[in-house]
């Protein structure tokens, strides 16, 4: 129905509510001077559609509609002023028939009245109304579970006023010959055959070879790529730190969102501390008060909290701080406790802090401490309470300020609700016996729903929040250290290598290429750390992992970097050196080592993939995106951007798109990282009111959905309804690599192409069978256009860049 006519009922309808008596109406009067022009006047039904008092037995169906004769719903009409009770200032507007609804004891008769009529006339949905009150139900369901169904309730002239358009789009009788009722209603639109390209190789599964170099890389990878917690690579933890920095004004224009302090942070007066070259700000103002703290006759234990984001640095922090910092303090001594190995058993956990702590003891300080500790008669140390207690005892009475560690904290709150709590229980326990100066270290959604459920109400503990450092540094520092390492002694090398490798330049010049092509001067390198860090969504171990999967994966063109990278003098600016493309990048590590896309294997979601149990629509996930980025702005009771969940089911329902789809999307957004939820648990849709779109989020939306290098890897995890399209597509998955450069590109171009205009058939195919998307603010927009434009561009660009090589060469 065009706009116009949608609007010609609206004002019908307001008219006809204005003109109303005030006075309570007889059933008879209900229908003739409200249900009857609602039906006819607002919702287009001839009065041909309509029967009126259709014998059944027992009794008389109030409204029969029809379309071609065929009857499609009844209509149980009621009196004006025999009001249902029904949830009032609830934006829900979906339940269960059996739930809550049918407590109100007018509502359940009504319903199994219309349902017993249902039964009798033939009908599948069924409406009960005293004209200002709308019941929608589906009243038969096959093997008689329709109290298992749900209903669709308008509770007042104003609701229906306030969401005209989407009783308008449940109720007129051309959208119920649309088959309305059976998707808003019942949410189950008419299922649609999907194949994935994949679906049809005999192993989806497949993996490739790890490039030449990745044996001799793999050991270099591991000690200076990933967390720097042993004592070996104390000089790896000194070189690449990268210390919290207070920002200069361009910095804070430029920062990602990743960095800022969590939304409650003033409220539980979290703080941000800077750190200089030799001191860790104000979180070692605070560690030393707390030191003197325990210089008192009466020593105090404290408690420091430390939150960040996951992979932020807030162990490499703890480390850097104790083996660095304070490394020429010889008065501080430091266990810790790593709850990453802890037993998931909370009968366990008391036990495992104590055995953490005595080997640490015996790893780090017995050779120091034993000739002391005998002269006083502790020879020995046990893990338990008797025995710890003398040991902290003594080295308080020695002259020792005392610090104990817990490290992820939060390592098993959901696999047991409890087990935070104990953790917090055990640390307040250990600090006031043991007089420790006890760090904890957690994420800031496991604090967050800790103060909600009233752990740390009654603790008053100094709190600091650790930022994502800035990727650009941590990988430069990385990268230098590992030109260093390579640059030293051979011995070394082999010691921590393990290889006989005799021609480690080559793995110098491939470290070169990538440290000059990694850099924010470059427009292409500018790209890559975008990528990098917004997918990675600051996450730096996993940033750190996704440059080791580029470094080592047989995805990654090595030989072509090497032989470029060898021509290149030394002394040349970064620009001269060569520059890895970004698709080169992006494959390697939406891919790994893998030789398919799949997005259950990668962490890179698939935007366009479909859960036939909820949508037919590949564009969910974008509308899902779209409807949070146009909000980014606004404010809620909560904070600037954040969404209120139901507004979006109950703009979705305008649109046609089912609760359970919505549900579904942010679901599987929120676990890519994409959006978030006010409770700042991934897996928290249950217990969310609000949710915002992240940076990872807006990267998607506004980057990389229309990058041709993603695209190309799409197609492949894609679920498809075309046979035609499938064929096409699962044909050419495999790029004969015996083909010149230009005819591989050109093979992923036009399976690119044939995918792209697939999506672009299903979205212009949506609108027309669906008018009332272009209704909805979740659903009006059209993304197929600009993502086609962008492809031709992009395949423009890559064309012109090959031919250039093919000139030069």
């Not at 008596?21 to 287009?44: N, V, W």
């Not at 509609?65 to 507007?93: C, H, M, W, Y």
């Not at 990453?340 to 050779?367: A, C, M, N, W």
Request: proline letters at 3%; hydrophobic letters at 35%.
């Amino acid at each position: 129905m065009p706009n116009s006519d949608i609007d010609k009922a609206f004002e019908r309808f307001r008219k006809l509510v204005e003109s109303l008596p005030q006075k309570a109406l007889s059933e008879s009067d209900s229908r003739a001077k409200i249900i009857d022009p609602i039906l006819k006047d607002c919702l287009g039904w001839d009065e041909g559609d309509i029967t009126r008092e259709e014998s059944v037995h027992p009794g008389f169906i109030d409204y029969v509609l029809r379309i071609d004769n065929r009857p499609i719903l009844i209509l149980e009409a009621k009196q004006v002023g025999s009001a249902f009770t029904v949830p009032l200032g609830s934006k829900k507007r979906r339940y269960k028939i059996s739930g809550s609804i049918s407590t109100d004891r007018k509502i359940k008769q009504s319903i199994d009245q219309a349902h017993k009529y249902s039964v009798e006339s033939g009908t599948t949905f069924a409406v009960i109304s005293n004209g200002q009150q709308f019941i929608i139900f589906e009243s038969f369901k096959h093997g008689g579970r329709w109290k298992d169904g749900f209903c669709v309730i308008f509770g007042s002239f104003e609701d229906i006023m306030s969401n005209f358009t989407l009783f308008h789009n449940i109720l007129s009788k051309e959208r119920v010959t649309e088959g309305s009722l059976r998707k808003y209603v019942s949410e189950e639109g008419l299922p649609l055959d999907f194949k994935r390209p994949l679906d049809f190789v005999h192993n989806e599964d497949a993996t490739c070879a790890r490039n030449f170099l990745a044996t001799h890389i793999t050991p270099i990878i591991s000690y200076i790529f990933k967390d720097l917690t042993a004592d070996s690579q104390i000089e790896i933890l000194r070189k690449c730190y990268v210390r919290q920095k207070q920002l200069t004004y361009t910095d804070a224009i430029m920062r990602s969102s990743f960095d800022k302090m969590p939304y409650y942070s003033e409220q539980f007066d979290i703080n941000w501390f800077k750190e200089s070259e030799t001191e860790s700000g104000e979180f070692q103002i605070s560690f030393d008060k707390c030191k003197e703290f325990l210089r008192t006759k009466t020593p105090i234990g404290s408690m420091i909290l430390l939150l960040g984001g996951i992979g932020s640095g807030k162990t490499t922090f703890v480390h850097h701080f104790f083996k660095v910092v304070m490394a020429d303090r010889d008065d501080i001594l430091w266990f810790y406790v790593d709850f990453g190995v802890s037993p998931p058993e909370l009968g366990k956990v008391e036990q495992f802090i104590y055995d953490s702590i005595i080997e640490h003891y015996e790893s780090r300080y017995k050779t120091k401490l034993q000739e002391y500790l005998k002269s006083v008669g502790l020879g020995s140390i046990r893990p338990n309470d008797e025995s710890l207690l003398a040991f902290f005892t003594m080295l308080r009475y020695k002259g020792y300020a005392v610090s104990i560690v817990l490290d992820n904290v939060d390592q098993h709150s959901y696999v047991s609700p409890q087990y935070q709590e104990r953790v917090f229980e055990l640390a307040q326990n250990l600090t006031h016996k043991f007089k420790t100066i006890t760090i904890l270290t957690l994420r800031e959604e496991s604090f967050f729903r800790s103060t909600r459920s009233g752990v740390l109400g009654a603790y008053h503990i100094p709190m600091f929040h650790i930022e994502s450092p800035n990727f650009e540094y941590l990988i430069r520092n990385r990268i230098n250290y590992t030109l260093e390492f390579l640059s030293g002694d051979q011995q070394e090398i082999l010691r921590i290598t393990r290889s006989p490798f005799g021609d480690w330049n080559r793995v110098k010049l491939f470290f070169i290429a990538i440290n000059h092509s990694i850099r924010q001067s470059r427009r292409v390198g500018a790209d890559i750390l975008k990528f990098i860090n917004d997918v990675s969504g600051g996450n730096m171990r996993q940033a750190l992992r996704f440059i080791s999967s580029f470094i080592t994966s047989g995805n990654t063109d090595v030989a072509e970097m090497i032989g470029i990278e060898s021509q290149v003098p030394p002394d040349s600016p970064p620009y001269a050196h060569y520059q890895i493309p970004l698709h080169h990048i992006m494959k390697s590590i939406i891919l790994e080592d893998k030789v398919y896309y799949t997005s259950s294997q990668s962490y890179v979601m698939n935007l366009f993939q479909v859960n036939p149990q909820h949508t037919n629509s590949h564009f969910i996930h974008l509308r899902v995106l779209d409807y949070l980025c146009k909000r980014t702005n606004y404010f809620t009771a909560l904070e600037k951007g954040f969404v209120d969940i139901d507004q979006i089911i109950e703009d979705a329902e305008v649109a046609g798109i089912s609760q359970r789809a919505i549900e579904d999307s942010l679901k599987k957004l929120a676990h890519f990282g994409l959006v978030e939820y006010d409770n700042q648990n991934k897996e928290g849709y249950d217990t969310a009111k609000y949710v915002k779109i992240t940076v990872t989020g807006l990267y998607y939306f506004e980057y990389l959905v229309t990058s041709f290098p993603y695209l190309d890897l799409a197609f492949m995890d894609t679920p498809i309804c075309d046979d035609k399209t499938v064929r096409e597509l699962r044909n050419r998955l495999d790029v004969d690599p015996t083909k010149s450069k230009k005819e591989r590109m050109e093979a992923r171009f036009e399976r690119t192409k044939i995918f792209l205009e697939y999506l672009k058939k299903m979205e212009e195919d949506e609108f027309k069978s669906t008018p009332s998307l272009s209704y909805s603010d979740i659903a009006r927009m059209q993304f197929m256009e600009s993502i086609l434009e962008k492809f031709d561009e992009q395949v423009a660009y890559i064309r012109q860049r090959i031919e250039r090589e093919r000139l030069c060469s």
